[in-house]
C-alpha cells in the first residue's frame, strides 16, 4: 500500500520556511510586492487569485490585485505591464491565464520583464532552466521536485516517465528531473505502447488533462506516482488524471487530488516571490 505524499502538509512547511525568510528581509529594508492581474471574472481563475493573494498575506508580502473587465483590450494589458515592470516595489507580476481569446497569451507572458516573471513563463526564464543557470523556475514542476525531496525520494538514477509536453508542466518538469540526474522519458497524445512504457517508470509524473485515465496497467509494482491532473468527476468530486484507488495498491507513493500537487505550486510561487525580494529587481 503506498505512501500518500501529503502536498499540503509539504507545502505548510515550505509557507513556514519563507515567513522567517521574509521577516529577516524586512529587518534589512528589504521588502517587494505581487502585482496579480486577471482579466474576467472565470470562477476557476477567481479562487486561484484568491489562494495566491491568501498565501502572499501568510507569508507576509503585499500582493496587488488588478482585477480587469473580460473586454480589457490586448493593448490595455500590455500597457498596465509595462508600468508594473517600472515599479521597484514590485518584485513580482502574474497574469491569471486563460486569458480571453481576443488577447494573446505569447505577448502577455513575454511582456513580463524577465527579472519579476515569478511564474517561470517567460522564454528568458525557460532558456536559463534548459542550460542550468539561475532564474525562475516553473512553478508547478518546482513543487513537484520539492514533493519528492522532502518526502524522501530518491530521484538519481532513477527512470522517470512524464505524461504530457506542455510548456508550463510537461518539459521543464522533464528538464528539472535530468537536473536532479534521473533518466527521462517524456510521453504525449501521438506516443504508441503508453501503457508499456509508463509500465518501466519508477517515477511516474501524469500531467496529461484526461480525468482518471491512468490505471494499474500503466504502473510498475512499487513506483512512485504523481498526479498533476485536477478534474470534476460526474458527481462533482475533485479527481486527477490517476484512477487514486486502483493505482494505491501497487504504488510505493502517490500524490491524492486534492492536496497532492496543486498545494505545491502555491507556495513555490512564493518561493519565487521571495527569491525576487532578495535578488532585488533585475532589469
Do not use: W
Not at 80 to 108: A, F, T
Request: overall charge negative.
Amino acid at each position: 500500500m503506498a505512501v500518500i505524499i501529503d502536498g499540503k502538509k509539504i507545502s505548510q512547511q515550505i509557507k513556514d520556511e519563507l515567513k522567517e525568510k521574509v521577516a529577516a528581509l524586512k529587518a534589512e529594508g528589504k521588502t517587494g510586492a505581487l502585482a496579480v492581474i486577471q482579466v474576467g471574472a472565470d470562477p476557476a481563475s477567481s479562487v486561484y487569485v484568491r489562494n495566491k493573494k491568501n498565501a502572499c498575506a501568510y507569508i507576509g508580502i503585499d500582493s496587488l490585485a488588478y482585477e480587469l473587465p473580460e473586454e480589457t483590450k490586448e493593448e490595455e494589458l500590455l500597457q498596465l505591464i509595462q508600468e508594473l515592470n517600472e515599479k521597484e516595489e514590485v518584485r513580482g507580476i502574474l497574469v491569471q491565464l486563460p486569458l480571453p481569446g481576443h488577447i494573446n497569451e505569447d505577448k502577455v507572458i513575454q511582456a513580463i520583464s524577465p527579472g519579476k516573471d515569478v511564474d517561470g513563463f517567460h522564454p528568458q526564464s525557460v532558456g536559463a532552466m534548459t542550460i542550468g543557470e539561475a532564474g525562475f523556475v516553473s512553478c508547478t514542476p518546482a513543487g513537484i521536485i520539492q514533493l519528492l525531496k522532502r518526502s524522501d525520494i530518491e530521484i538519481a538514477g532513477k527512470h522517470c516517465v512524464v505524461i504530457g509536453r506542455s510548456n508550463i508542466v510537461g518539459k521543464p518538469m522533464a528538464l528539472l528531473m535530468l537536473r536532479e540526474n534521473a533518466t527521462v522519458t517524456i510521453t504525449h497524445s501521438k506516443t504508441r505502447n503508453l501503457p508499456e512504457i509508463c509500465h518501466q517508470a519508477d517515477i511516474l509524473i501524469v500531467a496529461m488533462g484526461k480525468p482518471q485515465f491512468i490505471g494499474a496497467e500503466y504502473v510498475k509494482e512499487g513506483a512512485v506516482v504523481i498526479d498533476v491532473g485536477i478534474h470534476r468527476d460526474e458527481n462533482n468530486k475533485l479527481c486527477g488524471d490517476v484512477r487514486f484507488d486502483e493505482v494505491m495498491p501497487i504504488a510505493s507513493a502517490i500524490t491524492p487530488v486534492p492536496g497532492g500537487v496543486g498545494p505545491m505550486t502555491i507556495a513555490m510561487l512564493m518561493n519565487n516571490c521571495v527569491q525576487s525580494i532578495e535578488e532585488g529587481q533585475k532589469k
